[in-house]
């Protein structure tokens, strides 16, 4: 009797739910991206094409994308280290950084939005009361609206990718430092010549998962400027969502669902092909 | 050498006290405004600590007007299920991935590992025609099922490793011993692995709990919100009642917080570990 392999079984499940709520769908999304008025044509790409908001909206959504990698890395870096030292309660205080991460984006948002808000907001009292500023500032006039949705941004995912980074400080072997010490290298020797080489794998997929991410990201900024004032935060998914959702524009919207994928696979394939190398 | 390190000593405790107030001050301030008067928010200085005490914008949260229960009852009616059949795929998934011989693993993983870098803001279109495709829209089962689509990779990618770090031996005893895959599956290996499929399952529900963006496209009446959807109209009006926002910011993230309190532990492991490596 042929032994049957059941365990094609285990992962069949899951295969199905990939093939019907993933590749179908985006399947669907392409085909219908070339589809306008019943025909096959590449109209909704033209419309896209020719809508200065895309463009706006992609190169924004670089300079919000870029902000959010360098600010989460360097400073989740620095953090790292520091919970990398030896103090009391120093479990805890790496316990605390899940918080922010274990937070909705929505109510990450909301907290801010308020804590920034234009009359009645504590951010800018507390500005004022330590001198940094003589009048109220309006955290989201159109020329530092984007800047405080990235410092919103930064502050959820900071202490996550510290957290990320400490996991790799911690496998490196502590005899190195030890014998760096004793040749006489620097603090800031061995952080160049040890700590970040080590860490480069790490910060390598680290930095494509959030360049991803990021790019993506919709929920902070839609709830904490809607896209405002003006197109002052209007990023890509912003764009593609009104476009779809709320003008109801479907194939135009399809266009830009489809294009914004592609750009991101770019990324995804490379984090694939990273992770792959450092197995 | 004893003041240089006493003096290393202050600048980390300095570090470490500025990065917790800004860490905890935005849940701080929201916790003390969701008690401060609307007349003391509206009209006076913000202050740290409040001057006026009431209990009024948790009341109004659950009045006819806001009806924070009711969205949230559409939570959990939404995030149970999902969490369900997110830790029932992913443990059969991960199992398979970690212990099976399958064809195409390789194929298979990729895959996972794809899924896992889809954001929802990429799917949102796609799955919308699927959704309308199904009949689904306005109908909390159409997030019940498209959810999954973003839980599910995470979880076959953090059980593998919980998987794989089970000694082979103990499984490959009872299998000469004649016992069954499924056998060897439930009785001796998820035992072992249940902290994670705990881990998993926790993790699930939150995501399903916080998810916004597929809500927004696939839902339209307001009987069937969602939490995030709820709260997101509390600030879509002219004049927000930032007491009542604060309110209700603190309830949502209690219930998370309490459940999630005793597990960092797993989570700072399991998690920053299962982010990067495969």
């Known amino acids: ?279 | 050498m004893k003041i240089n390190h006493l003096f290393k000593l202050v600048i980390i405790y300095f570090l470490v006290i500025v990065t917790l107030v800004i860490l905890i001050f935005p849940y701080y301030w929201v916790f003390i405004s969701s008690f401060k008067s609307t007349i003391e928010i509206a009209t006076e200085e913000p202050r740290l600590i409040p001057r006026t005490f009431t209990l009024k914008h948790y009341e109004d949260l659950f009045g006819s007007v806001y009806k924070f229960h009711h969205y949230a009852l559409n939570s959990l009616i939404v995030s149970l299920p999902v969490t369900i059949i997110s830790i029932l795929i992913s443990t059969l998934a991960a199992y398979g991935l970690a212990r099976g011989r399958i064809k195409g693993k390789r194929a298979f993983s990729n895959a996972v590992l794809l899924s896992y870098l889809t954001e929802p803001s990429m799917l949102v279109v796609p799955l919308f025609f699927i959704i309308l495709l199904f009949g689904l829209y306005n109908n909390l089962i159409g997030l019940i099922l498209t959810y999954p689509i973003v839980t599910i990779p995470f979880c076959i990618w953090m059980l593998r490793e919980f998987f794989i770090s089970i000694p082979i031996e103990i499984e490959e005893a009872a299998l000469v011993d004649g016992a069954s895959r499924l056998h060897v599956l439930t009785k001796i290996v998820l035992p072992l692995a249940a902290p994670g499929i705990f881990t998993a399952g926790i993790w699930s529900f939150v995501t399903a709990w916080n998810e916004f963006i597929l809500a927004l496209a696939f839902i339209a009446g307001l009987e069937n919100w969602t939490l995030p959807l709820g709260l997101a109209s509390y600030v879509a009006v002219y004049d927000i009642d930032w007491g009542l926002v604060s309110a209700a910011c603190f309830l949502y993230e209690l219930p998370a917080l309490i459940v999630f309190a005793p597990l960092t532990k797993y989570f700072v492991k399991g998690l920053t570990l299962g982010a990067v490596k495969r």
């Open chain 1, 1 to 279: 009797m042929p032994k049957i392999n059941y365990d094609y079984l285990l992962i069949m499940p899951a295969l199905l739910w990939i093939a019907i709520f993933l590749i179908f769908p985006f399947f669907y999304v392409i085909v219908n991206s070339f589809i306008y008025k019943n025909n096959v044509t590449l109209d909704n790409y033209v419309t896209v094409f020719k809508t200065p908001r895309f463009f706006s909206s992609l190169y924004r959504t670089f300079l919000w994308t870029i902000g959010n990698v360098v600010f989460q890395l360097g400073l989740g870096l620095g953090l790292a280290i520091l919970l990398n030292q030896n103090f009391k309660g120093v479990s805890a205080v790496r316990s605390l950084m899940l918080i922010p991460w274990l937070s909705s984006n929505v109510i990450v948002a909301l907290q801010w939005k308020w804590i920034f808000h234009g009359t009645c907001g504590i951010a800018t009292k507390l500005l004022m009361d330590i001198g940094i500023t003589s009048s109220p500032i309006s955290f989201f006039a159109p020329n530092v609206a984007l800047l405080s949705c990235i410092i919103v941004n930064v502050w959820r995912w900071t202490p996550f990718t510290a957290l990320v980074f400490l996991a790799g400080l911690q496998v490196i072997p502590l005899h190195l430092y030890e014998s760096a010490l004793i040749d006489g290298a620097s603090v800031f020797q061995r952080f160049l010549k040890i700590t970040l080489p080590l860490l480069k794998p790490i910060i390598a997929v680290w930095a494509l998962i959030t360049f991803i991410r990021t790019f993506n990201g919709f929920e902070i900024v839609w709830i904490l400027t809607g896209g405002g004032p003006g197109e002052a935060t209007l990023l890509l998914p912003i764009h593609m969502y009104t476009t779809t959702f709320l003008l109801g524009r479907f194939n135009e919207g399809s266009a830009i669902s489809v294009l914004m994928t592609l750009m991101s696979a770019i990324f995804m394939i490379l984090y694939v092909r990273t992770a792959q190398r450092s197995e």
